[in-house]
């Protein structure tokens, strides 16, 4: 199996603009969770999807978004960038037949000037 | 605030010894568990799961998880310098479809040759 696919890889971007990331998970996994890393705060839970709906929400201000389509591909969008927001932005796919086991994909690494 | 807690390390050992990475958690309730690997600028690579009080052993890595300590580790024998990386310990939330994993800072192990 392919395993989880993210794109862009890097982004750099400016104050203000927004941006959209992009995740597909493995083939058969229904279930998308994105996280943030930074060197302070390490990984920081973002969001999950299942079937199209949020299923669970981290701390994050709303300028922090997300959807997932019908063939379980997902976008998150940060609007209003700070630059703060420059971090390793990871997508896993969840295998819930394996009691939620997570695999990450290889993150976009987004820059903001 | 459900916590993870890492030594931070630098944790250093000679090539062949035995790396002993440890991992404290706050929520009670947690019911799964696990360990990823993360080398320097690459996304965190799934090493081991584990859900039941005892050892889990695979290969050279074993998990050791012991829930009224909140307590979990990971054993890796015979180091090798491709070892050398950060290890995420991540505690997943209890309860129903919450797939939220909290990770640790992580430790950095160096495995000198």
């Known amino acids: 199996k392919a395993g989880v696919t993210q794109t862009p890889r890097y982004l750099i971007k400016t104050r203000g603009q927004q941006v959209t990331l992009s995740c597909s998970p493995i083939?058969?996994?229904?279930?998308v969770s994105w996280y943030q890393q930074t060197p302070g705060q390490g990984l920081q839970f973002l969001f999950e999807?299942?079937?199209?709906?949020?299923?669970n929400k981290g701390n994050f201000p709303g300028r922090f978004s997300g959807r997932q389509f019908s063939n379980s591909r997902s976008e998150m969008n940060v609007s209003t960038l700070e630059l703060g927001d420059s971090a390793l932005y990871l997508c896993?796919?969840?295998?819930?037949?394996?009691?939620?086991?997570?695999?990450f994909g290889p993150g976009t690494r987004l820059t903001v000037l | 605030q459900k916590e993870v807690e890492q030594n931070s390390g630098p944790l250093s050992v000679p090539e062949g010894a035995i790396a002993s990475l440890n991992c404290t958690y706050s929520?009670?309730?947690?019911?799964?568990f696990f360990w990823y690997r993360q080398y320097s600028g690459k996304s965190p690579e799934l090493i081991m799961s584990?859900?039941?009080?005892g050892d889990k052993e695979d290969g050279r890595f074993t998990a050791q998880l012991n829930k009224a300590s909140q307590y979990v580790s990971l054993l890796i024998r015979d180091s090798q310098p491709s070892d050398s990386a950060t290890y995420l310990c991540?505690?997943?939330?209890?309860?129903?479809?919450?797939?939220?994993?909290?990770f640790g800072k992580g430790t950095l192990l160096t495995v000198n040759p």
């Open positions: 999807y299942f079937s199209e709906t949020q299923r």
């Open positions: 896993a796919s969840l295998d819930s037949g394996s009691a939620g086991t997570q695999y």
């Open positions: 929520d009670r309730g947690s019911q799964s």
């Open positions: 991540a505690v997943q939330e209890s309860g129903g479809s919450n797939y939220k994993l909290t």
């Open positions: 083939s058969g996994h229904r279930s």
């Open positions: 584990i859900y039941s009080n």
